[in-house]
């Protein structure tokens, strides 16, 4: 079984048992998941979660992630294309940059209405395996803020020359999210 197959094995399984079952060394095997994979996997997971900027009272975090796009111009050129493109997304998908792909993928939604249904789909896909609506808060407040459409990068910090732009991402991602919550929704009746 190829490491792909797995990661999403071992993910559904994380989902399916709340993470609780993940101390039993039976259940690990069965996998064929070490210790040291397991917690490979939980940090992978843990960082898909985690919100690249964060306000909390008087104070802003950001993750090695975030500070990575802000100093690392070639970094940014992947994050980053001139366009985005499903043939790149799926691409980075295969390499387990799940983080970047769904950035593309926000960006396929943002700006291509042809293409939204199928973003859609796919993310909703996704959503037995993710908490997609937390993935994608997270993508945003990861990748948005820095994106070269919004802002210009001076020593390492955003110079944003377009908050409309931002906002409408946003707006694109809260879109996606209010169609996971109603896809949770009618999947929590059946």
């Known amino acids: 079984m190829n490491r792909l197959m797995k990661y999403l094995f071992f993910t559904i399984f994380l989902v399916a048992q709340g993470m609780d079952g993940l101390g039993q060394i039976d259940t690990l095997a069965m996998f064929g998941v070490t210790h040291e994979q397991e917690a490979e996997y939980r940090k992978w997971l843990d960082n898909l979660y985690e919100v ?73 896909t996704l959503e037995e395996v993710f908490a997609m609506d937390k993935v994608l808060i997270s993508v945003f407040y990861t990748y948005g803020l820095l994106d070269p459409e919004v802002a210009e990068i001076v020593n390492g910090k955003p110079n944003i020359h377009h908050p409309e732009i931002v906002e409408q991402k946003l707006a694109s991602v809260k879109e996606i999210v209010q169609y996971i919550l109603a896809y949770r929704t009618q999947n929590a009746k059946k």
């Open 52 to 124: 690249g900027v964060k306000v909390e009272g008087d104070s802003i975090y950001i993750t090695e992630e975030t500070r990575r796009v802000a100093s690392d111009s070639a970094y940014r050129l992947l994050i980053y294309p001139q366009t985005y493109d499903w043939t790149a997304a799926n691409a980075l998908f295969k390499q387990m940059q799940y983080k970047i792909a769904f950035w593309y993928l926000i960006n396929i939604y943002y700006s291509d209405i042809d293409q939204r249904e199928n973003v859609l789909k796919y993310v909703l």
